[in-house]
T-cell receptor, first 110, second 113 residues
Framework: SQQGEEDPQALSIQEGENATMNCSYK?????LQWYRQNSGRGLVHLIL?????REKHSGRLRVTLDTSKKSSSLLITASRAADTASYFC??????????FGAGTILRVKS | DVKVTQSSRYLVKRTGEKVFLECVQD?????MFWYRQDPGLGLRLIYF???????EKGDIPEGYSVSREKKERFSLILESASTNQTSMYLC????????????FGPGTRLTVL
């Protein structure tokens, strides 16, 4: 039961460029979250956006949520090599559990 | 800072062995989770617990069991390990509602030979 699906599967950009990742989901949600995972490590929470919010910022991160289209985007501005990681969206659309997508692999080349 | 620790970073076991994966959190969180992560499949929930001695099956509980005797500790048990259980196992915890922000441990990469 995959609720969130990220797009693209992989993204390769130059340092300093912006990176945009998208997430689509299927059912109504209370919130949508984005997580980062560095290679071989656990996930780190980045940002949570509630269903009644449209946009949220945290440092170089900007998240938007369009509940009518059941989609979200994560924008990382002025990317750095250290942003190289996998990024996952997670939603609570199926009951009281978080369901994670398969992730977007971001590579930032220096 | 919330800290979630897992007993091993890497583990190699033989088919048929009983395997224990331990997870401890230090922030008094009610909810604890076990996921497995496989390439292309993302994270899949095995079991979660919302209180001591309480547990609920996730999406893929077959071949696994769990134990939560104390609030801070959540154990995943593979009763008889099989090669298709080779995977990365991630433990997480959260406060309040189960779908709130989750805090993850570093993961245990289990190989079953």
């Amino acid at each position: 039961s995959q609720q969130g699906e990220e797009d693209p599967q992989a993204l390769s950009i130059q340092e300093g460029e912006n990176a945009t990742m998208n997430c689509s989901y299927k059912t109504s949600i209370n919130n949508l979250q984005w997580y980062r995972q560095n290679s071989g490590r656990g996930l780190v929470h980045l940002i949570l956006i509630r269903s009644n919010e449209r946009e949220k910022h945290s440092g170089r991160l900007r998240v938007t949520l369009d509940t009518s289209k059941k989609s979200s985007s994560l924008l990382i501005t002025a990317s750095r090599a250290a942003d190289t990681a996998s990024y996952f969206c997670a939603t609570d659309g199926y009951g009281n559990k978080l369901v994670f997508g398969a992730g977007t692999i971001l590579r930032v080349k220096s | 800072d919330v800290k979630v620790t897992q007993s091993s970073r890497y583990l190699v076991k033989r088919t048929g062995e009983k395997v224990f994966l331990e997870c401890v959190q230090d922030m008094d969180h009610e909810n604890m989770f076990w996921y497995r992560q496989d390439p292309g499949l993302g994270l899949r929930l095995i079991y979660f617990s919302y209180d001591v001695k309480m547990k609920e099956k996730g999406d893929i509980p077959e071949g696994y069991s769990v134990s939560r005797e104390k609030k801070e500790r959540f154990s995943l048990i593979l009763e008889s390990a099989s090669t298709n259980q080779t995977s990365m196992y991630l433990c997480a915890s959260s406060l309040g509602l189960p779908y709130n922000e989750q805090f993850f441990g570093p993961g245990t990469r289990l190989t079953v030979l």
